[in-house]
């Protein structure tokens, strides 16, 4: 499969490039953006990225390596970042992160971010994500929960599943790789 | 009575206030801009003038007002050390990565008032002769940024920001930034660092003071949410009736985070130095008390990196009389008002104004463990004491929670981390890595102590290579 990148994906770089002094200081926008569209950075994201900000590749990817938020395999639909510094910690999240783990088949002990078998989830320990008032917090994909507990964590696993069940029938499981 | 006071909060508070510039503007919104930009020169007496610039770098100066990023160094000073005479641009960094853990208080106004922060930034860039400013966001703020991305749309459509601001020929443009989830990308060098594409490695100081080589090696201030907003509040009501609040070396007011151990943990705003910690954690107005039956056991006064008190922990400080005299003092730490000069001369610090507080259902061991992996993830690994140092720490306490340590792991644990701080490495992180280490050793030992023994004794034969 060629790489390619949409119009307005490009359109999008290009003015998030023009905002800068020095067009280096993009990289991360730019990256943030590759991500977006391509769910993780690849190797000829990063070639192209350093080509268009006049960079080496290796520029880019030590960027892509050093910050926690890149990744360079895709993850599944549902991302859930689990809060795992003190506030949440005291508020029981690692007790929560046990119990999605467990229900998902996962290692809760395990370093780094894991996938679901079915490609589902990928649940991850991040650290504190400023809003420990609300403790404990877990982000899926874009949404923050705040003072989650066991049941509201159940929930929230349902209604992803119920969520994706009914992206499929709209035809939407093939974007996303879903085998039905 | 202790109360909250608000300034920052005061809109927020208000039902039914969002976050559209409509809204802003029925709020009195923009006024202080408006104020600033319609400044005069005023005559002096040997007939020079001063110019409108610097008559609102005066105002900041006159306010006292105090970096509410971390360190809590002078607003006014910092500006004033900009260079003004390098001919290069300067450039200022709104600090919006929000990371020191325990604090919450920047992601209150960017969700729900941005426009706040879009005019004191403004108005700090006029004071300062900024044409571009960036507002550097964490990465996991998605949803903020896209607030703020709208919010600043709003100001440019409304003729706040872009060319000719208001018809002054004064032009701006301000620029979201995100981050990637790095906690380094805080400390100001890091972020400029970052802020120009490359590792958020902190830079040497000297020579790489911001003020005077900062971004693309230019005059660069860098503020935090916070401070920037205050700037607002300061030009609207004038540096000395802000400085009638607070006390005179902790002016204005402050967002304190609370959380931990407390029913009602949250953002609350106070005037600097008129409530104590006991206020801010049993007053109804505030952390309202404990849950029930427990009893306090530390509390961690200035985010993760501070040092931490006991309950019950007498401090000294030095206090200034009715009659202006300094003296001496002993008080319990509960009593201690919430304030920079206050609580650093108790031998901590009120830092990024996060307070964690513990009862005693918390293990200590537990607890530190939980903070060394936080510093032992985030070191951004240029200087060996700290990139090795937090991870060596991280695992001793990793080993003891989990009741494999052994009795020698005290003195080594205690070891690497004074052997961290002291000018030792290039920021400031080496020191936040290793005073929660150093504190809760002192203060909780007895603590640490006793989970080596329970596991001595379950375990007499246990040899060294089992650790791990
Ligand atoms: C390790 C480290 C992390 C920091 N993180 C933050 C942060 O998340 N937000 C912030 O405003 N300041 C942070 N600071 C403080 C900044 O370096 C800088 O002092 C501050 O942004 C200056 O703004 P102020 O003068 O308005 O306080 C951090 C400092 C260090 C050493
Ligand atoms: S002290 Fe730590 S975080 Fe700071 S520059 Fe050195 S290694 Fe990086
Ligand atoms: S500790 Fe979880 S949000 Fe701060």
């Given at each position: 499969m060629s790489w390619a990148l949409p119009k307005e994906v490009e359109e999008k770089v290009d003015s998030l490039v023009g905002r800068y002094p020095q067009p280096r200081s993009a990289v991360v926008m730019v990256l943030h953006a590759l991500q977006e569209h391509f769910g993780c950075i690849s190797p000829e994201a990063i070639e192209w990225t350093a080509r268009k900000l006049g960079l080496r590749p290796i520029n880019v990817l030590e960027l892509v390596t050093f910050y926690p938020m890149f990744r360079r395999e895709p993850f599944g639909r549902f991302h859930l970042r689990i809060c795992r510094t003190l506030s949440c910690a005291l508020a029981g999240s690692?007790?929560?992160?046990?119990?999605?783990?467990?229900?998902?088949?996962?290692?809760?002990?395990?370093?780094?971010?894991?996938?679901?078998?079915?490609?589902?989830?990928?649940?991850?320990?991040?650290?504190?994500?400023?809003?420990?008032?609300?403790?404990?917090?877990?982000?899926?994909?874009?949404?923050q929960h705040e003072q989650m507990t066991i049941e509201q964590v159940d929930k929230l696993l349902d209604e992803c599943r119920c969520k994706c069940r009914t992206e499929r029938q709209g035809g939407l499981a093939a974007e996303h790789g879903f085998e039905p | 009575m202790p109360s909250e006071r608000h300034l920052i909060l005061k809109n927020i508070r208000k039902p039914g206030y969002s976050t559209d510039i409509e809204c802003y503007l029925r709020h009195g919104g923009y006024q202080a801009l408006r104020k600033a930009l319609a400044l005069q020169p005023v005559a002096q007496p040997d007939g020079t003038a001063i110019g409108p610039k610097e008559q609102i770098r005066r105002e900041v100066e006159i306010s006292g007002l105090r970096g509410r990023g971390g360190a809590g160094f002078s607003c006014g000073m910092k500006w004033s050390l900009v260079d003004r005479k390098s001919g290069k641009p300067i450039y200022l960094v709104c600090n919006a990565?929000?990371?020191?853990?325990?604090?919450?208080?920047?992601?209150?106004?960017?969700?729900?008032?941005?426009?706040?922060?879009?005019?004191?930034m403004i108005i700090a860039c006029y004071a300062n002769d900024v044409h571009l400013a960036f507002i550097y966001i964490r990465g996991e703020f998605i949803e903020g940024a896209?607030?703020?991305?709208?919010?600043?749309?709003?100001?440019?459509?409304?003729?706040?920001?872009?060319?000719?601001?208001?018809?002054?020929?004064?032009?701006?443009?301000?620029?979201?930034?995100?981050?990637?989830?790095?906690?380094?990308?805080?400390?100001?060098?890091?972020?400029?660092?970052?802020?120009?594409?490359?590792?958020?490695?902190?830079?040497?100081?000297?020579?790489?003071?911001?003020?005077?080589?900062?971004?693309?090696?230019?005059?660069?201030?860098?503020?935090?949410?916070?401070?920037?907003?205050?700037?607002?509040?300061?030009v609207?009501?004038?540096?000395?009736?802000?400085?009638?609040?607070?006390?005179?070396?902790?002016?204005?007011?402050?967002?304190?985070?609370?959380?931990?151990?407390?029913?009602?943990?949250?953002?609350?705003?106070?005037?600097?130095?008129?409530?104590?910690?006991?206020?801010?954690?049993f007053d109804e107005a505030f952390g309202g008390g404990l849950h029930d039956a427990r009893q306090l056991k530390a509390i961690i006064p200035g985010g993760v990196?501070?040092?931490?008190?006991?309950?019950?922990?007498?401090?000294?400080?030095?206090?200034?009389?009715?009659?202006?005299?300094?003296?001496?003092?002993?008080?319990d730490v509960l009593d201690l008002p919430y304030d920079f000069t206050s609580v650093s001369a108790a031998g901590s610090m009120s830092g990024s104004g996060a307070i964690i507080v513990l009862d005693d259902s918390a293990d200590m061991v537990e607890v530190l463990a939980n903070i060394s992996e936080f510093f032992a993830h985030e070191s951004c690994g240029q200087c060996t004491?700290?990139?090795?140092?937090?991870?060596?720490?991280?695992?001793?306490?990793?080993r003891l929670a989990k009741g494999n340590g052994q009795?020698?792991?005290?003195?080594?644990?205690?070891?690497?981390?004074?052997?961290?701080?002291?000018?030792?490495?290039?920021?400031?992180?080496?020191?936040?890595?290793?005073?929660?280490?150093?504190?809760?050793?002192?203060?909780?030992?007895?603590?640490?102590?006793?989970?080596?023994?329970?596991?001595?004794?379950?375990?007499?034969?246990?040899?060294?290579?089992?650790?791990?």
């Open positions: 690692h007790q929560l992160h046990r119990h999605i783990c467990e229900r998902l088949g996962l290692n809760p002990e395990k370093p780094g971010p894991q996938t679901s078998a079915d490609g589902l989830f990928t649940v991850e320990f991040v650290e504190c994500l400023a809003s420990c008032g609300t403790a404990p917090v877990i982000m899926c994909n874009e949404t | 990565d929000e990371s020191e853990p325990g604090t919450f208080k920047d992601r209150q106004i960017i969700h729900r008032d941005p426009h706040q922060l879009i005019e004191g896209r607030i703020l991305e709208r919010a600043l749309e709003e100001a440019r459509a409304a003729g706040f920001l872009g060319r000719n601001i208001l018809g002054t020929g004064y032009d701006l443009d301000i620029y979201i930034h995100r981050g990637a989830g790095a906690y380094i990308c805080g400390e100001e060098t890091g972020l400029i660092e970052s802020l120009e594409g490359k590792r958020p490695y902190p830079r040497i100081k000297p020579p790489y003071f911001p003020a005077v080589l900062g971004l693309y090696q230019c005059p660069t201030i860098v503020n935090n949410v916070e401070t920037l907003c205050a700037v607002k509040h300061i609207d009501m004038g540096g000395a009736e802000y400085a009638r609040l607070g006390t005179p070396d902790n002016t204005g007011t402050r967002l304190v985070c609370i959380s931990g151990h407390v029913k009602r943990p949250g953002c609350y705003e106070i005037e600097v130095g008129k409530v104590t910690f006991r206020d801010l954690i990196s501070a040092k931490v008190f006991r309950a019950g922990e007498k401090v000294r400080v030095t206090k200034r009389a009715a009659d202006g005299k300094m003296f001496e003092t002993e008080m004491p700290c990139r090795e140092g937090s991870l060596w720490m991280a695992k001793i306490l990793r009795p020698a792991d005290l003195a080594l644990l205690l070891s690497v981390a004074d052997q961290i701080p002291g000018g030792r490495t290039i920021c400031a992180f080496g020191e936040a890595c290793s005073w929660p280490v150093q504190s809760l050793l002192v203060k909780f030992g007895d603590e640490f102590r006793a989970k080596v023994q329970a596991t001595a004794d379950k375990r007499p034969d246990r040899a060294f290579a089992e650790v791990q």
